[in-house]
């Protein structure tokens, strides 16, 4: 790689998993079939949360797998993001309903990401425990933050501020227990932290396609909130997040993806046709072969993504943007062979298929679509100064 021959200390670089990181799959996986099977999923989506706050505390506080990329001075484990991006593909893998997006894929990550201080420690600290979850309420434009999308101001009030404006599918905010909230203030623009249950916070509960991930719109009148960071370092800050969030996505996306192929490889094996397992058709075997492809492709992109965030081996946008123009198509794609492999059982209600389906469609345009992705990547090859931010502060919290 031209990264190794430019930097002797990345020569030696063995870029696949530690056997530690393979251990930690393991307790994921195990943690997700007893707590997160397709009867547990289902019955959440019902829920009047969505998600189950014992089984997030676990995470935090018995498995400590909220807070890997997090620290050990600021509450975590002081791990690496791609211990983190293990975690949350497993998490893909079994459809888990909680707040994975917004509390580890954008909160945490922002809130290491800001400077020191009392607003950090007492919001950054519960969330890793798993005590509480988070939202991450910043407009974006194709999973970019902009300036000029917000829509939310801040304005003095007393020791604090308020906030006034409205935030439009805010992802796990229906039943966060406190928001990052970006707005515009007399200074610029700024990241506040703001308490779910505050006066002047009103969430509408949206419908959406994916019923195991809520989506809310948040309107803020007047909210009291508090400073998280300054016009100084909020674009830096919520950027890092976004690159962040986009990455641990991919590797979430990775998961479902590869849980639709194993579905599908064994009901080819299985399902009978002219006396035969469907399996053994060229057609269904090359489908299966193209799906296999796209997994390891996806794969390969998600991972690289966390270390390029991780090490500094690349350009952490564009390697962000890689990973979740590749992933969303991988899913996708996995997705629909899925569907239509298992013939009629494929789209039915009562089949775990169409779940992971609906799943893959919301992801591929949470965070920018693939094609938006794409379109940023070419641009920024036609003009090499595109997208160019100084290096972020890495998961593991080094400014």
Same mark, same amino acid.
């Given at each position: ?309 991780? @090490?500094?081996?690349? @350009? ?16 996708? @794609? ?66």
């Amino acid at each position: 790689m031209a990264e190794q021959a430019e930097n002797p200390e990345l020569a030696n670089t063995e870029f696949a998993f530690t056997d530690e990181q393979q251990e930690l799959r393991r307790a994921v996986r195990k943690f997700c079939a007893e707590f997160s099977d397709e009867a547990t999923v289902r019955a959440l989506m019902e829920s009047p949360t969505g998600y189950d706050p014992k089984s997030w505390a676990r995470l935090g506080a018995e498995l400590g797998v909220l807070g890997l990329a997090v620290p050990e001075e600021l509450g975590g484990a002081g791990g690496t993001l791609v211990d983190q991006a293990v975690v949350v593909e497993e998490l893909g893998a079994a459809l888990f309903c909680g707040p994975v997006f917004g509390t580890v894929g954008l909160a945490i990550p922002a809130l290491v990401a800001s400077s020191e201080g009392p607003v950090r420690s007492e919001t950054l600290e519960p969330l890793v425990e798993g005590a509480r979850t988070a939202a991450f309420a910043v407009a974006d434009r194709g999973g970019r933050f902009d300036p000029t999308s917000l829509t939310v101001g801040a304005t003095r009030s007393g020791d604090g501020w308020g906030l006034t404006g409205v935030v439009e599918r805010v992802v796990d905010a229906a039943a966060a227990d406190v928001l990052l909230v970006a707005a515009s203030g007399p200074d610029g623009v700024a990241l506040f932290v703001v308490e779910g249950d505050a006066a002047g916070v009103e969430r509408q509960v949206l419908s959406t396609l994916d019923m195991t991930r809520r989506q809310a719109t948040v309107r803020l009148t007047d909210a009291p909130a508090r400073l998280l960071a300054g016009p100084e370092e909020a674009e830096r800050v919520c950027a890092h997040a976004l690159d962040v969030g986009a990455t641990l996505l991919a590797a979430e996306q990775v998961g479902g993806a590869q849980h639709l192929l194993d579905l599908t490889v064994g009901y080819a094996k299985e399902r009978l046709q002219f006396g035969r397992p469907i399996g053994s058709f060229q057609a269904v075997k090359h489908r299966l072969a193209d799906m296999l492809v796209s997994v390891e492709h996806a794969r390969s992109a998600a991972y690289h993504a966390a270390w390029a965030l991780q @090490d500094g081996t690349d @350009d952490p946008w564009l390697a962000a943007s890689i990973a979740q123009a590749t992933c969303s198509d991988a899913f996708v @794609d996995v997705a629909s062979g899925t569907v239509q492999l298992h013939g009629g059982i494929g789209f039915t209600w009562e089949y775990q298929a169409h779940l992971y389906y609906k799943r893959a469609i919301t992801d591929a345009a949470l965070l920018g679509s693939a094609e938006a992705h794409r379109g940023r990547i070419a641009a920024s090859v036609l003009d090499p100064s595109i997208g160019r931010l100084p290096p972020p502060p890495v998961a593991t919290g080094v400014l």
